[in-house]
Nanobody, 124 residues
Framework: QVQLEESGGGLVQAGGSLRLSCAAS????????MGWFRQAPGKEREFVAT????????YYTDSVSGRFTISRDNAKNTVYLQMHSLKPEDTAVYYC?????????????????WGPGTQVTVSS
């Protein structure tokens, strides 16, 4: 069992930056690929980024590639999402998630544990 808690969300102007953190409980954090997802009002939850258990592999959705960076510190049981050049369309609730599989994937349904989410609002 893994419990996740996101932090770092807030209100930022377009072009600004935020860093989201996701703290995980449990001694097996380093075994899990981790992902960041987001959900805007009236829209489905969508993939943002994922990282392998060791941190050696990461994937991004096209709309954030080059602006967002996912990373993890297994010693601190924490995964991060550094966001730069934020746009109003990045406004959403951001969720971190862990999966019991071996590889990082993009599918929402592939993840087994979810945090409650943190709101990111980008003003124009």
């Amino acid at each position: 069992q893994v419990q996740l808690e996101e932090s770092g969300g807030g209100l930022v102007q377009a072009g600004g930056s935020l860093r989201l953190s996701c703290a995980a409980s449990g001694r097996t954090f380093s075994n899990y690929p981790m992902g960041w997802f987001r959900q805007a009002p009236g829209k489905e939850r969508e993939f943002v980024a994922t990282i392998s258990a060791t941190g050696g592999t990461a994937y991004y959705t096209d709309s954030v590639s080059g602006r967002f960076t996912i990373s993890r510190d297994n010693a601190k049981n924490t995964v991060y999402l550094q966001m730069h050049s934020l746009k109003p369309e990045d406004t959403a609730v951001y969720y971190c998630a862990a999966r019991r599989g071996n590889v990082p994937v993009r599918a929402v349904a592939a993840y087994d544990y979810w945090g409650p989410g943190t709101q990111v609002t980008v003003s124009s």
